[in-house]
């Protein structure tokens, strides 16, 4: 029997975005159920808007809903349950891509005309899936649940059929005056209805203070930044500061949320703070209400920046913190859920209908926790591996590039090839397993391509770590999963 459209998206999607998820899993996955057949459903109204996302690196969920943000914080309203609505959020955020990359693949191009047609052909699934309260918000957004096409609201037209006996000509103009009468009332108090949820939506309390996070790698550049805010203007004026000081294309993560502060306190010095940043090595910076918090693996350099910051940012209180230790168990529990989950994604995949994408998905949901120096693979890694190889024995017509890892604590160049080291054991591995050679190859990258703050025991051990690339020799494609969802990019030409 064919497996159903929205279930294939759900097997599909909701293992990336949830990889490694360990607090509100019941309600994240409840959102993402709601979320995926509300997103095919405005996607095959507006087909335009497919292209739009597809060339955004990390589309979010304010991309999907435009500008009609009461609508988006109805929403969010519905499906978070008793989870924190920003996590909610940042997983609908990380399901996009993956979604429009599952949308590329079953349609066999990322043509939005393609991808519409595949909308349209499995119409039925899209609308089965839909939650009850789907049908009004998907017609407050203008998107026809029943048609799948976008309500365009044409004005009526009346037509009069000549009339013989001129008696009678009373008649029709006083059914139009009625009738105009009418639709003018009734136009009023749609118009009250609307705007009643609007007034309630002003009305939600900004009681979260506005947030910024940045944190440097090891060579004192950006690595990552977050915005959370209810101010567009100025979420543009530093999103523009950002790119600017650090040379950084992207800049900040941003999100508008109606219960944030509107304004930083001190908000005038921070490009200023940004700019005694950069160039500092693995320094975590938080800025909340009146707390500013500097963490870094060089204690004297988090020092340093407090005591350059406090001068200029008068009504903040300026501290430093030691990193919060991680511990064994942390680490074990980690390890232990990793391995589980990929176990559970290899098995589910089907033998006779292999996607690489699959393969690697499963593959990164692991983590391979080698021990100090080592390139040993632990033994409970290499009964996921052993999966794997079987899978990729069937697959030969996909390349596997394994890319090692390490954070930035160290030597930077024994690092790199301690990093090639632990990705060519990966390879030898699968290879005596039966796979073969010339689908594998491993790339050492050392502490270069950070995931998170080398300034915490916590960034470091994300940073030390094996991510697994799958490139379909067919087309060329290079697709990896990654945080922010799949991140697809062509193979250089040899």
Sequence with gaps: MQTDFIDLLKQSVSSIVLEGETQHLLEKNQA???????????????????????????????????????????????????APQTEIENTL???????????????????????????????????????QWATALLAALGVNNAAGQTVHQAPEVIVTEPVEERRSWLLPILALIILIGLLAFLFRACSDRNQAPATTQTQVAANQAAMLQVSTGSDGNLVTCQILLN?????????????????????CGAENFANYHSEFIDQDVIPSVLKMLKGVPNVNLNWVGNQLSIQATNPADAERLASQIRPLAKNMTVVTQQPAETTVTDVNQAVTSSISNAEQALAAINPDNIQALDIATALNMQIINF????????????????????????????????????????????????????????????????????????????????????????????????????????????????????????????
């Design 32 to 82: 993402l159920n709601s979320f995926y057949p509300i997103l095919l459903s405005i996607l095959n109204s507006r087909p335009e808007l497919i292209d739009n996302l597809l060339r955004q690196l990390n589309p979010r969920v304010g991309d999907v809903f435009g500008s009609n943000l009461s609508l988006k914080q109805q929403f969010l309203d519905l499906v978070s349950g008793t």
């Design 93 to 131: 955020n990380r399901s996009i891509a993956p979604s429009l990359n599952f949308l590329e693949n079953q349609a066999g191009s990322s043509d939005p005309v393609a991808i519409q047609h595949l909308l349209q052909n499995n119409l039925d699934s899209i609308q089965a899936a839909l939650p």
């Design 371 to 494: 021990d100090s120096a080592s390139t040993e693979i632990p033994a409970a890694n290499k009964s996921i591996l052993d999966q794997a190889a079987i899978l990729m024995q069937r697959a030969p017509q996909v390349q596997l590039t394994v890319k090692g890892h390490t954070d930035a604590v160290g030597d930077a160049n024994a690092n790199k090839t301690l990093s090639q080291q632990r990705a060519q054991a990966v390879v030898d591995y699968l290879v005596s397993r039966g796979v073969n050679p010339g689908q594998l190859q491993a790339i050492g990258f050392g502490s270069e391509q950070p995931i998170a703050a080398n300034a915490t025991p916590e960034g470091q051990f994300k940073n030390r770590r094996i991510e697994f690339e799958v490139l379909n020799v067919d087309t060329g494609t290079v697709r990896s999963v990654e945080d922010a969802g799949v991140v697809e990019q062509k193979a250089p030409q040899s």
């Design 231 to 251: 101010n567009p203007s100025y979420m543009e004026i530093l999103q523009n500061e950002v790119k600017q000081i650090f040379n950084h294309p992207t800049g």
